[in-house]
């Protein structure tokens, strides 16, 4: 017989309360053959309190007895007992022998976790005694090898935490089981000295990946004894795109942060080719011992080498990664874990984390609390349903709930009304986060993050607009007051309070999360860091607020960088500087979003000492020129920013300079990467688009057609990245006179991507765009026309009121014979584009000019040519509009803006606004609703025309009365009217922040 002490128990009977029956039989079973047993008798709510003589008992025990059934697995008490017997045995000596499993109702395959299953199960169809025998007997063989029970276990120490600052603890309800899945799968034999496995975490975003494999890393890091060492894969994602051309250079900057941190004395490498430093970190892990490898968000559109290059690079690392995707083959099913919702108990207790009012008691006692308030309980289980039991959106509405003085949120019953009654931006960020985030609840995720960006005050906004500009890696605290002193000329006082209170704002609403010092001097040097959740940032980027401080604090980076950079004259600051390679990086990817330059523009007309996106264009090139000086020509940031440059020069149809620059990048990555390269390749392709684009179709075509071929070869004629090549090839083909080739292989494109892919995908659609344009010109309009409007109808049907929606919708204009319905299909578009995209970008401006010639066509009127014309009038009524060839009073040259590369389109569109305007007053009138439109058409060109500040002046005045006509006739919620009034939104808040008497000087 096992001894025990006096207080101790051979057994602790875990057991969910609906099996008290069969508890109590094998109690009395057990307790005939002489073991001690403890039985609870009163039963237990999830999260309620575990009263001390239960957790006193639990540590007494020699083993747990569970009694496993589908109760037992929705009990959150029976999950929390199972996890600590589990974690005690494993930490007493490596197994779970410690923790007995007796199945109910169950099959083998769903016991879980998969340990449980080693301790060979009695049947099913024994009697009471007879599986209280083989209990016995396996305690009995326990006792003889261990006399220590579960609460002597041992602590695990804390985990050797390399690359980035180790997270903060956070509060994890309701993963206790799916950290042990995670264990059976690295661990499949418990044996620690082999290495290699492979596991997977995946889930849709927002599900808790990333704080489970933290939270593992902590729980299991006397396993790893030489260290966790963490990659984020989401640096990859939109640094040129996605796939094997961004892992690598994540890759590199990892193994470069690593090298840098290893303990190694002498022997490591200063400076040198990447082979070096890799081959150098290869051998000095393999000498460490056991380690973890965590990739957190594998990027999408990867190859299998792709892949490969993230796992850990020796024998003895076993890799963790998470991902936002299915990993297909390259994961062995039984060790891909898919993250489900949490369960109902813990999802209440993380809702509850803040309650009340930020001072949250006990999960136990507050739930009690909860549970003595009926209205705020049944709103509390409405909120979870609401949500989907998605576990970020309920961390937020938790802060929320947290903080009633600065949300507005008083209590639960007011969070329930916002998910159920999402305003208008609620509603277009969860049509934004759709293909992302594919959750029946996405209406309530996407208000609760909503209303968490806008409850932040100013200093917190400044975080989340930085972490979105600056990409996923953790933001340090330095780096965040470095950029705000940048911004808003801060001593280095004042940039130190306001980051840390916007930091610890972000932190309180559970929108960042703090990361403590790392182990590495290179990381105690760094301080503290925040992490901001990736579709925390991809929200900030589609959200509508502040989208000019957003740039500004961009450019502010790219000073600050470029001054810090310069600066670095010495090999002791300049370390420190390397761990800012990441965020520089993610600068220089979003050069190659023309989006990304119309907003830089903007807000250069906003912030005249900001200067306009040509400005910006030459900060991004000093940055360049102290990368090449810093890093090395060759360097891969240093390839980034030149590659991106030479993309923007010829966004801004600098076609000269860059050609030169993505030929020089080209030969650069040829020689670094050698020439079939995913990113030679990338850099290659971005050249025969600049040659395109400059009417080179001839060169265009054969670099698109020798990329084609070696994607072939490598990749295989179906991947995503061959297809591309090869759409780009039939589009030059076209351009350069061969319809009838062009026409052969759209369509045979075409017929891959719908088979790939089916009817209704994204690259089936743009293929039957494509294959409608070179139809159209072989003489078919009926043919394309019928494309096009399938194009349209599948976009509008499954993406909704998006700007893939407005293409398809001005596509289809082009081609319609009825001149109603092409001015209605133009109006659709001008509606979106509006709200989607904003007044002043540039595609608006151009819906906007093909609206205004249908609507002069359809009356029989020929727009005004795209040139300077004429100063033409309008009616008294509203204000004079007109072309200024003389300057108003009181406006000196220096104020005029009229070196804008679009100037000439922007005063065609005022010209067409102007020409549609008098039509529409001479034949229907001031007060006909058709001429009202006309007016708010002509306020968005002349606002538009950005010349100078006083138009802002006399377009608020046209739109103003507009709108107000609209808002009388039709009300509120007519589409003529949101649209008016998304224009006077815009030119309310136009020249507020301009100093007019530099105006232009940037």
């Keep these: 017989m096992v001894v025990v002490r006096p207080d101790g128990h051979h057994v602790f009977l875990c057991y969910a309360w609906e099996d008290k029956a069969q508890a109590d039989a094998l109690r009395t079973a057990l307790t005939g053959l002489g073991l001690r047993v403890f039985q609870d008798h009163d039963g237990m709510r999830d999260y309620d309190c575990i009263p001390d003589r239960i957790d006193a008992a639990l540590r007494g025990s020699h083993v747990l007895l569970a009694l496993y059934s589908p109760a037992f697995l929705a009990s959150e008490y029976c999950r929390q007992e199972l996890h600590f017997a589990l974690l005690s045995s494993y930490h007493l000596h490596r197994s779970r022998a410690r923790v007995l499993a007796l199945s109910q109702h169950l099959d083998i395959e769903q016991i879980r976790p998969e340990r449980l299953k080693h301790w060979r199960l009695p049947a099913l169809d024994q009697s009471f005694d007879r599986l209280a025998a083989s209990v016995a007997a396996q305690v009995r063989r326990l006792g003889k090898q261990d006399r220590r029970q579960l609460g002597d276990a041992p602590n695990s120490p804390p985990p050797k935490w390399y690359s980035e600052p180790m997270p903060d603890v956070l509060e994890t309800y309701g993963r206790e089981l799916d950290l042990w899945r995670i264990h059976d799968a690295l661990f499949p034999d418990d044996a620690s000295h082999h290495g290699g496995q492979v596991v997977a975490v995946t889930g849709v975003g927002g599900q808790g990946k990333t704080q489970l494999v933290r939270h593992y890393a902590r729980t299991f890091a006397a396993d790893f004894p030489a260290g966790v060492f963490s990659l984020h894969g989401s640096e990859g994602h939109g640094t040129d795109g996605v796939g094997d051309r961004a892992v690598q250079r994540v890759v590199e900057s990892h193994l470069a942060r690593v090298a840098g941190e290893l303990p190694a004395g002498d022997s490591r490498p200063r400076s040198g080719p990447f082979e070096e430093i890799a081959r150098w970190v290869h051998r000095q892990l393999t000498d460490l011992g056991p380690y973890l490898w965590i990739v957190d968000d594998v990027p999408e559109g990867i190859s299998r080498p792709g892949f490969n290059s993230l796992l850990a690079p020796t024998s003895n690392g076993r890799t963790l990664l998470t991902a936002g995707y299915e990993l297909g083959g390259w994961v062995h099913p039984d060790r891909r874990l898919v993250l489900p919702p949490l369960e109902r108990g813990a999802s209440i207790a993380l809702l509850t984390s803040q309650w009340p009012d930020g001072r949250p008691r006990p999960v136990a006692r507050r739930l009690e609390d909860l549970r003595g308030e009926r209205d705020q309980y049944a709103a509390v289980r409405r909120i979870v349903d609401a949500l989907g039991a998605h576990p970020l959106a309920l961390a937020l509405a938790a802060g929320l709930s947290g903080s009633p003085e600065a949300t507005g949120i008083a209590d639960f019953t007011a969070l329930e009304k916002l998910l159920t009654d999402p305003d208008r931006d609620a509603l277009a960020l969860a049509e934004q986060l759709r293909p992302k985030l594919p959750t029946d609840h996405i209406t309530g995720v996407a208000a609760t993050l909503s209303r968490s960006i806008t409850a932040l005050p100013e200093e917190g906004l400044d975080v989340l607009l930085l972490s979105s500009v600056l990409g996923a890696a953790p933001l340090p605290e330095a780096l965040v007051s470095l950029v705000l002193a940048q911004a808003d000329g801060l001593s280095r006082t004042e940039a130190d309070d306001r980051a840390r209170k916007g930091l610890r704002q972000t932190e309180a609403g559970y929108l960042s999360q703090r990361h403590g010092t790392a182990t590495s001097d290179l990381g105690a040097a760094a301080g503290l860091s925040w992490s901001v959740h990736p579709l925390v940032n991809q929200a900030v980027r589609r959200s509508e607020r502040s989208p000019h401080r957003r740039q500004e604090l961009r450019l502010s980076a790219v000073a600050a960088f470029t001054r810090e950079m310069d600066d670095a004259r010495d090999s002791r600051r300049y370390p420190l500087l390397s761990g800012y390679l990441s965020h520089i990086e993610r600068l220089a990817a979003d050069m190659l979003d023309i989006d990304e330059w119309h907003l830089l523009n903007e807000a250069g007309r906003l912030h005249s000492e900001l200067g306009d996106s040509r400005a910006a264009l030459d900060l991004y090139g000093r940055l360049h020129v102290l990368c090449r000086s810093r890093l090395g020509d060759d360097h891969l940031t240093t390839l980034a920013f030149q590659l991106g440059l030479g993309v923007a020069h010829g966004l801004h149809g600098d076609h000269g300079t860059a050609r030169t620059l993505l030929e020089t990048t080209h030969t650069a990555l040829c020689r670094r990467l050698g020439a079939q390269h995913p990113d030679t390749l990338t850099a290659w392709n971005d050249l025969a688009v600049v040659c395109g684009v400059a009417g080179d179709h001839a060169h265009a075509r054969g670099i698109f057609r020798s990329v084609h071929e070696i994607r072939v070869r490598l990749l295989g004629p179906q991947h995503p990245d061959t297809l591309d090549a090869l759409t780009n090839y039939a589009i030059h083909v076209g351009r350069c006179g061969?319809?009838?080739?062009?026409?052969?292989?759209?369509?045979?494109?075409?017929?891959?991507?719908?088979?790939?892919?089916?009817?209704?995908?994204?690259?089936?659609?743009?293929?039957?765009?494509?294959?409608?344009?070179?139809?159209?010109?072989?003489?078919?309009?009926?043919?394309?026309?019928?494309?096009?409007?399938?194009?349209?109808?599948?976009?509008?049907?499954?993406?909704?009121?998006?700007?893939?929606?407005?293409?398809?919708?001005?596509?289809?204009?082009?081609?319609?014979?009825?001149?109603?319905?092409?001015?209605?299909?133009?109006?659709?578009?001008?509606?979106?584009?509006?709200?989607?995209?904003?007044?002043?970008?540039?595609?608006?401006?151009?819906?906007?000019?093909?609206?205004?010639?249908?609507?002069?066509?359809?009356?029989?009127?020929?727009?005004?040519?795209?040139?300077?014309?004429?100063?033409?009038?309008?009616?008294?009524?509203?204000?004079?509009?007109?072309?200024?060839?003389?300057?108003?009073?009181?406006?000196?040259?220096?104020?005029?803006?009229?070196?804008?590369?679009?100037?000439?389109?922007?005063?065609?569109?005022?010209?067409?606004?102007?020409?549609?305007?008098?039509?529409?007053?001479?034949?229907?009138?001031?007060?006909?609703?058709?001429?009202?439109?006309?007016?708010?058409?002509?306020?968005?060109?002349?606002?538009?025309?950005d010349q100078f500040d006083g138009q802002y002046e006399e377009a608020w005045v046209l739109i103003d009365d507009a709108t107000t006509g609209l808002e009388l006739t039709l009300g509120t919620g007519d589409a003529a009217t949101v649209a008016a009034d998304e224009v006077r939104t815009w030119i309310a808040g136009l020249g507020s922040g301009r100093d007019t008497t530099e105006a232009g000087s940037g």
């Excluded at 045979?748 to 409608?772: I, K, V």
């Excluded at 133009?826 to 093909?850: F, K, M, W």
């Design 738 to 945: 061969d319809h009838a080739e062009a026409h052969e292989l759209k369509t045979g494109l075409y017929r891959t991507f719908r088979s790939l892919y089916g009817e209704d995908h994204a690259c089936t659609l743009d293929a039957l765009n494509n294959l409608a344009a070179t139809t159209l010109r072989l003489s078919d309009p009926t043919g394309a026309r019928r494309m096009l409007r399938t194009v349209h109808e599948t976009r509008r049907r499954l993406l909704g009121p998006l700007s893939h929606t407005a293409d398809a919708a001005e596509n289809l204009a082009g081609v319609v014979e009825d001149p109603d319905e092409a001015a209605d299909l133009l109006t659709e578009a001008y509606h979106i584009r509006l709200h989607t995209q904003g007044p002043p970008h540039p595609s608006t401006l151009r819906t906007l000019h093909h609206l205004l010639a249908a609507l002069l066509e359809r009356d029989g009127e020929q727009a005004p040519p795209l040139q300077l014309g004429q100063p033409g009038t309008v009616s008294a009524r509203y204000a004079t509009t007109e072309v200024a060839e003389t300057l108003p009073v009181g406006l000196t040259p220096g104020q005029i803006r009229l070196d804008d590369e679009r100037m000439d389109e922007r005063i065609a569109v005022l010209e067409a606004a102007m020409r549609v305007y008098d039509v529409r007053l001479a034949a229907l009138g001031p007060d006909n609703i058709a001429t009202m439109t006309a007016v708010g058409h002509l306020a968005h060109a002349h606002a538009a025309l």
